[in-house]
């Protein structure tokens, strides 16, 4: 290689701008390039929710925590948000790929290497400042390199992004956990993917220089005219005011609506597991493969809406239809909650529906908001794509507020409900036993010695309720012994709330997806004020 030619790429990785609109093989390979950045961003952000009941009980924590983490963790994402609009000044690649770097160090190598619950809770944060930064940054380029009459499969793509990264850790986490039981190794595999990713980002990721992509471009045609304006391009006036020509109706509104649109699917991103182990009693691997045909409909309908709405012409149909049958789907989902009897594959065909239909809304709206934005300005795309990110990150972060007080059973049924597993796994015959004696036989067996009437008041229960004569109703009772001091102390402290909050847990979900279906309803008038013809 030449010396001349060596500069020049070691330029190029500093300053990635390109002078000159590229042809459609380079666009597209840079498009693809920016999903496979969102995927592996959003596999390491969404590891976390595969293997939460391991978490909570590696580190001891409540639910309660869990969800404080997540609240936190999202509020700080809305900042960085916000300050990802700097964007539109400093540029959107260099951000993509130092977040990336950065990202990927934290999931692979200091999550699982977190020495407590502080510590963990730290690191988890920090990565969701990053996250919230290039969930502005990739939309962004994706549109810089997509004309509006491809926009709706451009946006389609990156929509893959969240959607295959959530796929990635469900289908590595249900074939892997059987074999590596450490919650540590899925953080290892997502943060090992997340940085070969990263190095191909430095390498060859770039974007549109501040003349070309701030412009709109409705064709590929128009690439001439576009480079024709881009030298007289005054970007100071363009960058004037920028949070004050986009905070608008059609930004802020349309940004809300998808928000509580969107509650379902951040739900299945951080309860799914615990949803399914807790109130069904899967295993998290089950759990995990059921949410593998979860992502797969959503990649399969954001890919094929997109397309759609491009060959159309159309946007809001698209929108309004998905967001509907979303409705019907989620309500329907809400009425398993309760019914123990639902099998997994009445599970597989609900949410495999509820996903298509919410994935096929989902890429039409993110192609009309981006138009909305450049009809404004096109010089603040990143802005408004900013403001949308920080409304999203806020009204997530409520709802993470509000679920604890809807789903209040889950919190004991998390906390203890792990533990009390492992006891009855290790002494099920005690543990059986304990639990069908009345709490004044017990307290009257625990003294010392065992008060007479409380023998012969267990003897008689364990005899009738399993079938046994007086010799083996007392070799049953002697049995007791063998269950170790701490964890019958655990039974008798934590058995009977788990137990109650397992009864009411099932009703308590239903109410929350309810919720969720209210979000969808509340998001379809919001697609009004966005851009978009509702014939072709």
Known sequence: M??????????????????????????????????????????????????????????GVSF????????????????????????????????????LALHALLTAFAIPA??????????????????????????????????????????????????????????????????????????????LTGAAVALAAFLWLRELSPGLRDQRMRSAQERALVEARARGIDLGEALRHPWRQMARTDVLLPAFGVSVFLLIYYAAVAFFVIYFTS????????????????????????VVSGVLADRLGVRKPLVVGGALVAVVMTLVFASRATDPTTTPLTFVLIISVLSLSRGFAYAPWMAAFTETVEQR????????????????????AA?????????????????????LAAIRTAYPEQVATLEVLPPAVRAGLRTNPPEAPAVSAALATIG??????????????????????????????????????????????????????????????????????WRP
């Open 464 to 533: 009738t309720r399993f079938h046994l004569d007086r010799a083996q109703a007392l070799a049953r009772l002697l049995a007791l012994r063998q269950l170790p001091a701490a964890d019958r102390a655990y039974l008798q402290a934590h058995g009977a709330a788990v137990t109650r909050a397992r009864a009411r847990a099932p009703g308590q979900w239903r109410t929350w997806w309810w919720i969720c279906a209210g979000g969808q309803l509340v998001f379809i008038p919001t697609v009004l004020p966005p851009r978009g013809r």
């Open 114 to 191: 977190a020495p407590n619950a502080l510590g963990y809770g730290t690191l988890v944060a920090c990565s969701g400042i990053v996250e919230g930064a290039v969930l502005v940054a990739t939309p962004a380029l994706v549109r810089d390199f997509s004309p509006q009459v491809r926009r709706g499969t451009a946006m389609g793509l990156w929509t893959l992004g969240p959607v295959l990264g959530s796929l990635v850790v469900a289908e590595v986490a249900s074939n892997t956990l059987p074999h590596l039981h450490a919650w540590q190794d899925q953080f290892h595999i997502a943060g």
């Open 64 to 99: 309660r925590w869990y969800l404080t983490l997540i609240v936190v963790t999202n509020l700080l994402g809305a900042l960085a948000s916000l300050l990802a609009g700097l964007a539109d000044r400093v540029g959107r690649a260099n951000l993509v790929v130092a977040g």
């Open 399 to 419: 709802s993470f507020l509000v679920l604890p007080l809807v789903v209040s059973a889950v919190t004991p049924v998390t906390t203890y409900g792990p533990t």
């Open 279 to 302: 109130v069904f009693g899967y295993s998290q691997a089950e759990a995990n493969s059921l949410g593998n045909w979860f992502w797969a409909a959503d990649a399969l309908a954001v």
């Open 377 to 396: 300005n096109p010089a603040l795309v990143a802005t408004g794509l900013a403001i949308w990110g920080w409304v999203l990150r806020l009204v997530v």
């Open 2 to 59: 030449s010396e001349r030619r060596l500069a020049r790429w070691r330029s190029g990785l500093v300053h990635r701008e390109l002078a000159a609109y590229p042809g459609p093989l380079r666009r597209a390979g840079l498009v693809l390039l920016v999903v496979a950045c969102t995927v592996v961003l959003y596999q390491q952000q969404y590891v976390q929710g595969a293997v939460s009941p391991s978490v909570l009980t590696h580190f």
